[in-house]
């Protein structure tokens, strides 16, 4: 069945580093766009960015452009998120998600999403 599992969550002070990882299995779409998603305590569900089915177009949020990648690896069904200088602000649960159709663009909005992991915390302290 289709599945994503998503890694590399965890605690990290202001201003350090995380690299999240998602990788798909089962009867999930291989070349289709996948995103990251996250969701602090008391907020809804928002946009933080998207890589086409290709990795060759990207989509972010504005506030993580700049100091943040997405990057894929089509072959191993894997979608990575390199996050630089985070902030308390970026503290949530972080979702993988990908779209369920073939040659599909990095678009922002969640509705276009099928599949979703279960999540992975990212805790920033001062």
């Known amino acids: 069945q289709a599945q994503l599992v998503e890694s590399g969550g965890g605690l990290v002070q202001a201003g350090g580093s995380l690299r999240l990882s998602c990788t798909a299995s089962?009867?999930?779409?291989?070349?289709?766009?996948m995103g990251w998603f996250r969701q602090a305590p008391g907020k809804e569900r928002e946009f933080v960015a998207s890589?086409?089915?290709?990795?060759?177009?990207?989509s972010y949020a504005d506030s993580v452009k700049g100091r943040s990648t997405i990057s894929r690896d089509t072959s191993k069904k894997t979608v990575y998120l390199q996050m630089n200088s985070l902030k308390s602000e970026d503290t949530a649960v972080y979702y993988c998600?990908?779209?369920?159709?073939?040659?599909?663009?990095?678009?922002?909005?969640?509705?276009?999403?099928?599949?979703w992991g279960r999540g992975t915390q990212v805790t920033v302290s001062s």
């Open positions: 998600a990908q779209r369920p159709d073939l040659y599909s663009a990095p678009t922002y909005a969640s509705r276009d999403y099928y599949y």
């Open positions: 089962g009867r999930t779409v291989s070349r289709s766009a």
């Open positions: 890589i086409g089915w290709s990795g060759s177009t990207t």
